[in-house]
């Protein structure tokens, strides 16, 4: 079993930046793949980041590519997300998860933090 609270979320201005930080709960979380995912109202939920167990690999979605940076510190059971240039579209609830293999980019992970609102105003 593995808890997942996110933080860091917040109002910036467009072009600016913020730092998510998700803490996990449990011996296993330097074994899990773990990912960023974000949801607006009436859409389905998008892949932002994720990051190899290890933190060798990193993935990102097309949208964030250049902007956003995922890391871990599987010495603290910690997941950030820099986040920079940010802009009005990357709005959203932001969710931390969790699985311990699988594809990266499907929202079908075994653990889920409650997500952690960031807006970005113009």
């Known amino acids: 079993q593995v808890q997942l609270v996110e933080s860091g979320g917040g109002l910036v201005q467009a072009g600016g930046s913020l730092r998510l930080a998700c803490a996990a709960s449990g011996r296993a979380f330097s074994s899990y793949l773990m990912a960023w995912f974000r949801q607006t109202p009436g859409k389905e939920r998008e892949f932002v980041a994720a990051?190899?167990?290890?933190?060798?690999?990193?993935y990102y979605g097309t949208s964030v590519k250049g902007r956003f940076t995922i890391s871990r510190d599987n010495a603290k059971n910690t997941v950030y997300l820099q986040m920079n240039s940010l802009k009005p579209e990357d709005t959203a609830v932001y969710y931390c998860?969790?699985?311990?293999?699988?594809?990266?980019?499907?929202?079908?992970?075994?653990?889920w933090g409650q997500g952690t609102q960031v807006t970005v105003s113009s």
């Open positions: 998860a969790a699985r311990p293999r699988g594809s990266y980019n499907v929202p079908a992970y075994d653990y």
């Open positions: 990051i190899s167990s290890s933190g060798a690999g990193t």
